[in-house]
């Protein structure tokens, strides 16, 4: 792995880990009786900060099939898989 | 509180607890290396889980709303209301 | 109808019309050829504004359901119907 | 342009045009004064087209630039407008 997608992955960690504190957050939140419109808010938060993740994760595949299409010479495998991954996400 | 209403408090707390979760298993996931087609499903399936409590907490914000609006006899605050909500969610 | 009401009923149907003139006219840019990213973006902005009219029309039926609450005194029938509401929109 | 990439291309205008007929209709169908829930209705249903149309405009731009890539030996700009492309889409 070179260094560039070494960071790519640790921060991409870093979001993880961040979302799953968000999300235990919002069930102390209903816990403690906060009101509905302060919950949609935390959970429209939450709901971004994965939908960014999910293209961080989509934007590192890209890269690996590119790099993997270069190094065989073909991109039939590298069109479907990214396809593929689009249809995950969307 | 109704029986109903505290019935569909305990629902959303419970799917909440399943999202923090289901939330904290894609940290998990990612640091033992899956695949990023994996890891697209499973982040699309939290969001998915996020958007139906955030419909269930809005459902129930409405309920809210139009016992007030009864009991006030007067709606120009539900209204308000329940527009603010939407907004956040949407 | 209030004034108000047939305000908001002449608001969407301009954001309508609008809608049907920049849906149209995303035919024709495909038909010239135009790049994919300016096709996303064009895509991208109709989705948006079909999302904001949705929101429009939601908003006119959430007062129009506080009302019909407010005559009958009653609020069952507002509340399936705005959840019904909410159901074909998310 | 190969056969496949022009059926693509004849896939997607049909597609637009399909989505302008539909969105002509939304306004027709709002001056005739339908409800609220058959508008939103209506309104997810061509909002639902259009996200499969951009989808597949999408999915034309990878393969494009997988080809590119090929061609040329390198993957940086194919990379950059990739990413460039489901950023305005997502």
């Known amino acids: ?13 870093n979001r993880l880990a961040r979302i799953a504190g968000h999300a235990a957050s919002l069930k102390r939140l209903w816990d403690e009786g906060r009101e509905s419109r302060e919950m949609l808010t935390q959970v429209a938060a939450v709901r971004a900060a994965l939908d960014a993740v999910g293209r961080a994760i989509l934007e590192q ?28 996400l969307l």
Chains 1, 2, 3, 4 share one sequence.
């Open 61 to 88: 595949e890209i890269d690996h099939q590119l790099s993997r299409a270069l190094v065989y010479g073909v991109s039939d495998e590298a069109s479907r898989a990214l396809k593929e991954a689009l249809d995950r």
């Open 1 to 13: 792995m070179t260094g560039e997608q070494e960071k790519a992955r640790e921060d991409i960690a």
